[in-house]
């Protein structure tokens, strides 16, 4: 049953998205990352937001899928507004009331945080959901090889990467046989506190510990007998290729910076809209 | 009474676009004290039917009562489950404790017994399985061979006295000696404990040894049910399935299709020798 | 060739497993090694290609010597090893890449590491899977990928050692169709470890491991009329020369050296059915 678990959550369609170099794809998530932190008016967020739907539709990606990813943020996002609302004190006082206390700054603050985490969010599961995790690894390891110099293991890293992927949907299958197993001796899983469930769990947790170890020792007798010995001399079976479409992707997400820049520098709205809250609100600036 | 599986259907992830029908409208009893032989390629539905029988899995649709208790009924399941001893193909997935003796008697000790009982089963099951008890008893289980593991996996469900023994696959990957004495030991647990044993196997020469019912598996319904005379009679037709028959079986055909008169029903190298004695003479030859 | 010269093993528990073996396998040759559970043969298999040195003696393969360590690659290329879990010898997550991961450990450049891997996969007859994932693969399929990594480095011995143990009938007949034509067609030397003795009928020779040293080396045909001295020490002969037996020592047939079904059945047509 675990058989169909897709990692990474990886979507099989052909767009011009997918097609990208997958270190051009982690090359745009840092521009777009820098991008959504230089932004410092709250109305140019429309405006990454726009570009992210733009992204989306490239990517042949359906939206609710990329709104997956912040699903699991329900709880964090509505968290982290209230505590920036009520947390931080500057600007003007928007609102006040026993020792709860609005202010413009606390507004802000909270908007733009949360902003910032579904963009971030949102963003990154762009790429997961273009490129496969095979691709990602190789992207990495090569975006990475330069550290080589320093002595930094990068084909080392991305090799554990590879092989954690190949083995997690073998471990999840072998972790239910074993429930099942110790199951079927009657071991109680469900009843009692955090502390009995706890130790229910051994007799699943150590024979898939022991497991491991074995598929550990026998992998890496399999490697070696297929003469690896580290990424000395390696050559690869996919060459990664850089085309137009990776200088031309790059060149719009500069582009989105620059936009992001201008914009904000030339048209400061959020003034103006703080003071037509405050006009509103009667209160004089 | 007797294991009673009615009109059963299992559906992985039921409802999704990934449905995928497992088990399809089987029906089948199991008798008190019988051996059960069940045969089918991987993917015919063994594993998700046999992990029915003490309820890891619950049915789509149709029932499973083990004696008389519903295995789809949360309370009713436990009361089942015990009766139903569940040994798994790798032994690895089982074995944990610090020693061969705590590693058998958990089973006993989540039954809740009391610990001069569990003792007492848990000698009696070494016993049974052939390990030795001031040889073993104090050893890791992770520093056995892969028979003494197999073993020591097998006298952790013997310990249950369960009144059901069922085993996938319990022979894998032993060598011939090995099979031997699995098989020679399970028919000695049938004789001391009398229970009935439900074996799942690929190899058919080994549930003929032993069997008293062949039930055929094939795309998640029953394809044939019956004695060992009359399924192996169906060599052919198993071997076209992609199963292996067992060798008599399909000698004793084909020396039928080259004009020998042979008695139905042979499946041992035994028989089959009986069989052809009666030609020796010469008085059979047309 | 390889060659086994005087070769003692003992691990470092201090528990001998091979004692006094020479061995000298040809060029082209298929054999069978057979023993029960713990003879030494599994050890035996980890000296081909030098994952174990032996404390005594020397392996040498094509004349390199499995202690050198210079020649440690040259050798492991030279001799493809499957082994007998399937999920563990599969290294990445798309079949066609982990067909490759000999290859790009030796530095074979791409094009023509392409054009192994797809004739790899040809040859095992895996090549609609190029893309697929691993985990969603049978047994049987796992372990003609492992073969096709084997077959992209162009072995010239393929070593399973008993590849074929954790499989079901039909995953197990394929792998062994397929080495035989590997034997056959690419002339590349078998060396099948195993249980089955019915794998061992139609090699060209069959060497029986008891106790760490070589109790038997000879033909099937030899190796299989020895059926007591076999079932001593805990192992068996295929059900036809069983039956065989059975017929000879009830004096109603001798089927002389037949080991399949149909040398029987031919055997006793001729010699009960006179018509």
């Known amino acids: ?285 | 009474m007797p294991i009673v599986i009615e009109k059963l259907t299992y559906t992985y992830q039921s409802g999704s676009v990934n449905a995928f029908t497992a088990i399809m409208d089987v029906s089948l009893t199991i008798h008190d004290g019988e051996f059960v032989g069940l045969i089918g390629h991987t993917g015919s539905g063994k594993s998700t039917l046999i992990q029915q029988l003490n309820g890891l899995m619950q049915p789509t649709s149709g029932k499973v009562l083990v004696d008389g208790f519903d295995m789809s009924d949360k309370k009713q399941r436990a009361k089942g489950r015990a009766l139903v001893g569940m040994v798994f193909q790798y032994p690895d997935y089982q074995l944990f404790d610090e020693t061969v003796y705590k590693d058998i008697s958990f089973g006993p000790k989540n039954m809740k017994l009391a610990p001069d009982e569990i003792d007492r089963r848990v000698r009696e099951a070494m016993r049974l399985v052939g390990l030795d008890f001031d040889e073993f008893a104090e050893k890791s289980p992770f520093e056995l061979s892969g028979g003494e593991k197999r073993r020591t996996a097998l006298a952790g469900i013997i310990a249950m006295y369960p009144k059901y023994l069922v085993l996938d696959e319990p022979m894998a990957g032993l060598d011939p000696a090995g099979r031997r004495a699995v098989l020679a030991m399970i028919d000695d647990f049938r004789k001391q404990l009398g229970c009935a044993v439900v074996m799942v196997s690929h190899s058919m020469d080994d549930i003929a040894r032993s069997a008293d019912k062949v039930i055929v598996l094939r795309d998640g319904a029953i394809f044939a049910s019956g004695t060992p005379a009359e399924i192996f009679s169906r060599s052919d037709e198993l071997y076209e399935m992609g199963l292996e028959p067992p060798f008599a079986a399909r000698m004793a055909s084909e020396l039928k299709r080259h004009g020998f008169r042979l008695p139905g029903g042979i499946y041992t190298n035994e028989a089959l020798a009986d069989a052809l004695a009666a030609y020796k003479g010469g008085d059979l030859n047309v | 060739m390889l060659s086994i010269k005087n070769v003692s093993f003992t691990y470092d528990s201090g528990t001998p497993a091979l004692s006094d073996v020479s061995l000298e396998i040809k060029d082209g040759e298929f054999v069978c090694i057979v023993g029960h559970n713990g003879s030494g043969k599994s050890t035996l298999a980890k000296l081909f290609n030098g994952l174990l040195l032996p404390s005594s003696g020397t392996v040498e393969v094509n004349g390199m010597d499995t202690a050198d360590d210079e020649k440690t690659l040259d050798i492991r290329r030279l001799v493809g090893m499957v082994f007998q879990n399937p999920d563990n010898q599969i290294v990445t997550t798309v079949v066609r890449e982990d067909v490759a991961f000999g290859p790009e450990n030796l530095g074979i450049p791409t094009d023509e590491m392409i054009i192994r891997v797809d004739e790899a996969l040809k040859a095992v007859g895996m090549e609609s899977y190029a893309e697929s994932a691993p985990h969603m693969l049978s047994g049987g399929q796992k372990q003609r990928i492992a073969i096709a990594g084997m077959l992209a480095m162009e072995p010239e011995i393929l070593v399973l050692d008993e590849a074929t143990a954790m499989l079901d009938p039909m995953g197990r007949a394929d792998i062994i169709r397929i080495v035989r034509d590997l034997n056959r067609e690419k002339h590349i030397t078998v060396i099948m470890i195993t249980q089955y003795m019915e794998e061992a009928v139609g090699v060209d020779r069959v060497i029986v491991i008891n106790n760490g040293s070589i109790e038997m080396d000879g033909t099937p045909a030899e190796i299989f009329s020895h059926g007591d001295e076999l079932r001593a020490i805990g192992l068996d002969v295929p059900p036809a020369v069983e039956l065989r037996e059975l017929l000879k020592s009830r004096g109603i047939a001798d089927c002389g050296s037949a080991m399949t079904l149909e040398e029987i059945s031919d055997n006793l047509c001729r010699s009960l059915l006179k018509n």
């Open chain 1, 1 to 285: 049953m675990f058989k169909d678990i897709t990692l990474g959550q990886y979507f099989p369609v052909d767009s011009v998205a997918h097609r990208l170099d997958p270190r051009t794809k982690l090359v745009l998530l840092i521009l777009y990352i820098v991008a959504v932190f230089i932004v410092k008016d709250i109305w140019v967020f429309g405006f990454i937001i726009a570009f992210m739907l733009f992204m989306t539709a490239m990517s042949k990606v359906p939206l609710n899928y990329v709104l997956k990813a912040i699903k699991p943020m329900k709880l964090l996002l509505p968290l982290m507004f209230l505590l920036n609302l009520f947390m931080i004190k500057s600007g003007h006082i928007l609102f006040s009331w026993k020792f709860i206390t609005v202010t413009t700054g606390g507004l802000r603050q909270a908007l733009f945080i949360v902003l910032r985490l579904i963009a971030l969010v949102t963003g990154a599961s762009l790429l997961t959901l273009t490129t496969t995790p095979v691709s990602l690894t190789e992207g990495l390891e090569r975006l990475l090889s330069p550290l080589k110099a320093v002595k930094f293991p990068v084909h080392e890293l991305a090799m554990m990467m590879t092989i954690a992927l190949r083995f997690i949907p073998t471990l999840l299958e072998e972790a239910d046989k074993i429930m099942k197993a110790q199951l079927a001796r009657g071991a109680d899983l469900e009843s009692g506190n955090i502390f009995k469930k706890a130790k229910a769990m051994i007799p699943i947790l150590i024979p898939l510990f022991v497991n491991s170890f074995r598929r550990a020792e026998e992998l890496a007798l399999a490697m070696e007998s297929r003469c690896y010995h580290g990424g000395e001399g390696r050559t690869r079976l996919k060459v990664l290729k850089f085309h137009m479409r990776d200088l031309w992707a790059v060149l719009i997400f500069a582009a989105l910076i620059a936009v992001v820049v201008i914009l904000q520098n030339t048209f400061p709205i959020d003034r103006y809209a703080a003071d037509l809250i405050l006009g509103l609100l009667g209160k004089k600036q």
